[in-house]
């Protein structure tokens, strides 16, 4: 068939199944708020989850990140402190955060980084229902680390967009 079969992107995804199987080349990223700057080293991941844990143990000095893998790719945000200029940028010559679809060659100012689709190719593992179209999403974010909220529709499609979510204390 001519049909694209492109499974969705999950914290399970094999970096050595991203960009159609191509792989990821596992280096060491920059991630910079402007003043300060940490070196995030990857060379121990091996999901797109493992990414996002190491991203949000390693923020710069005095900040928080909050990393979530979406349906595409990786979506990196950082607090709201003022005069932020959020960057990711390769180490060296590597192309670790190209490859991950998050190199900035602009400042984010506050964020977010949405990255670049992925492209994860089909496996043995990929759940039919990871291949028949993304599903409705909306994340909540919360102050603090690990603190959002991520619902997800259960069927794939346009069905489930639109839906108002109303919270109350």
Known sequence: GSEDLTPI???ETRLV???GG???SKGRIAISDGTSTSIVELSSAETLGDVVD???????????LNARVTSQGLFIDIDDAPSTNLTIREVSSGT???DLGILTTFTAGNGPIIGTDLDPRVVVTTSLTSILGVRASAYLNSAGPNNGILLEGKQPGAANNGIAVQYVD
């Open 9 to 11: 992107a999950t914290r």
């Open 17 to 19: 199944d991203l960009r």
């Open 22 to 24: 191509l792989g990821i």
């Open 54 to 64: 190491l991203i949000m143990a390693n923020p710069p000095a005095g900040r928080t």
């Open 96 to 98: 670790t955060a190209a």
